[in-house]
């Protein structure tokens, strides 16, 4: 019995998906640490890696499978180096182990794909911690706009959006802006008794992108409560990260009416962020249609997985625990 494994790496956890040809064969999803090279180091990378890969294979279920492939889409690994690394690594790790199986590296936005549309053909929009726009041709070509970090872009980000949070409070404290929820929300969060101690905060040599991203949420809340500020961040940050898509769309024309995959945690909790955004693109070409994913990125590659070595699976019914179907 053939299975395949789909790893969906990150700079903060790595989760591992499999599904099989047997209907009955479920395993549980299994989370390992981070396997970003530039987050945890080339090395320790792809320990985590390895090591998640073992604890695989060492499932109850899949005794007396075959492992017919394995697709990997790990952030920080886009560049031929990078690539070549990371195969060096794997078939390291196979001669090593005495494991051989065949795998594939692709990116995060194609599994993503995946997981959504059981095809990495289309768009994909990500904000998250970051933003970029991508976008796959069925013929193979591949497409990008933005993804170049906090300093040079980040559009519609996770980060931008906590940025511009905290720079709301102290523009309201110096009366540019009117009153804002933000400012309670923010002294909240951080225990602070005057909103001016956030210089103190924002300033400290340890905080980084990410914790700067985590005020996000705080934009989020006020505007659902009905924060005019924040609701004006949200709207301004999916019109940017729309553009960045729309100039993406203008490098092919097929994307004209394509399907377009929105992805990440501001997508996903950001309503009135997702309804500007599809606003926002779909004046700009009425034809698409828009998608959410119904499955994990590491699902996404193991069904990648499975369309990239189909020769041992079967016609239909592979599950993955819980009952997510493989295919349709």
Not at 191 to 201: A, C, D, I, N
């Amino acid at each position: 019995m053939a299975y395949y494994i789909g790893i969906d790496g990150g700079g903060t956890k790595t989760e591992a998906a499999v599904c099989g040809e047997d209907a009955h064969r479920r395993v549980a999803p299994l989370v390992g640490g981070p396997t970003n090279p530039y987050a945890n180091g080339r090395d320790n990378a792809l320990h985590e890696l390895t090591g998640l890969l073992d604890r695989v294979f060492r499932q109850p279920e899949l005794d007396g499978g075959a492992c017919a492939g394995v697709c990997l889409g790990i952030a920080g690994v886009a560049t031929p180096e990078e690539r070549a690394a990371l195969t060096a690594g794997l078939q390291e790790y196979q001669r090593q182990s005495g494991r051989v199986f065949p795998f594939s590296i692709r990116s995060e936005m194609e599994i993503s794909l995946m997981a959504a549309l059981d095809q990495p053909v289309g768009i994909a929009a990500i904000s998250g911690t970051g933003s970029i726009s991508a976008g796959y041709t069925a013929d193979g070509r591949a497409f990008r706009a933005g993804g170049w970090g906090h300093l040079l872009g980040d559009e519609g980000s996770g980060y931008r959006i906590g940025l511009l949070t905290l720079q709301a409070a102290m523009r309201s404290h110096d009366r540019v802006y009117p009153p804002t929820a933000i400012t309670e929300a923010v002294k909240a969060r951080l225990g602070l008794t005057e909103v001016t101690e956030l210089k103190t905060y924002i300033y400290q040599a340890h905080i980084t992108k990410r914790d700067i991203a985590a005020f996000a949420e705080l934009c989020i809340q006020a505007s659902a409560a009905g924060d005019a500020i924040a609701s004006e961040i949200l709207r301004g940050q999916a019109t940017e990260l729309a553009d960045t898509t729309a100039a993406l769309m203008r490098q092919e024309a097929s994307f004209g009416d394509a399907d377009v995959v929105t992805i990440g945690s501001i997508f996903k909790h950001g309503r009135l962020f997702r309804a500007q955004f599809l606003r926002r693109l779909t004046s700009l070409y009425p034809q698409l249609r828009f998608h959410e994913p119904t499955r994990s990125p590491a699902e996404g590659a193991a069904l990648l997985a499975r369309l990239t070595w189909p020769a041992a699976s079967a016609a239909d019914g592979e599950q993955f625990q819980g009952g997510t179907r493989c295919s349709d």
